[in-house]
């Protein structure tokens, strides 16, 4: 059974909503100041020191959300989280997980985390850059559902974790100002296996998963 280490509402929120789309039963473990719920350093686990990790069935660790996502979308092909190899629509994923994972996250958490200290010149630009970014997604998500294809994919789980970020930590109200991106946003917070991990990670520390 895998097992992801997690922090609440960080980027380690991605596998546990992709866990929980494939089907699959896991466990998690919640980090908190550089210790697992069961005591261990943390870092002995995954000496990046940061989530999201998972820990396999033979013991093995798997870290950084751009590989475990597609890692996990592949074990059980049927659910459609990932799009077959070979062809453009996996491509055009992975275009979308890159971009997430470079470009929207780092520069979102440079606003969202409270423990981030920037100048108000510096934030000034980094609004302004993800004004330009909100506008890229914007144009592309309309008249369409998803941003790879016409299914729901991990690229999808990524985007709205580290975008929702936005609303969560108080930097905008709303995404008004992008109405096809704002739907999208809406249309994936109202997905039940969504909402069962947002839950999930405000209850105990330590958690079987069978879903």
């Known amino acids: 059974m895998i097992k992801l280490y997690f922090k609440q509402g960080a980027c380690s929120l991605a596998t546990h909503i992709t866990l929980r789309e494939a089907g699959l039963p896991f466990e998690i473990e919640k980090v908190t ?3 697992t719920a069961s005591g261990e350093e943390y870092a002995s686990i995954n000496p990046k020191g940061y989530v999201a990790t998972i820990e396999l069935d033979d013991g093995s660790i798997l870290t950084e959300n751009a590989a475990i996502l597609p890692y996990i979308a592949d074990l059980v092909p049927g659910k459609n989280l990932a799009p077959k190899y070979g062809t453009m629509e996996r491509v055009r994923m992975s275009e979308w997980l890159a971009f997430a994972n470079s470009e929207l996250h780092p520069n979102i958490a440079r606003l969202a985390f409270p423990s981030t200290t920037l100048h108000a010149d510096d934030k000034e630009k ?28 991990v690229a999808d789980v990524y985007t709205f974790v580290v975008t929702n970020w936005m609303m969560q930590f108080k930097v905008l109200e709303n995404f008004a100002a992008w109405p096809n991106l704002a739907k999208y946003l809406e249309r994936i917070g109202e997905r039940p296996k ?18």
Request: charged share 35%; glycine share 10%.
């Open 126 to 153: 980094v609004m302004k850059k993800l004004t330009k970014y909100f506008g890229i997604l914007d144009l592309h998500l309309k008249g369409k559902e998803w941003l790879a294809g016409d299914s729901f994919t």
């Open 33 to 35: 100041d550089g210790k």
């Open 194 to 211: 969504v909402k069962e991990a947002i839950k999930a990670e405000a209850g105990p520390a330590k958690q079987v998963c069978e879903v």
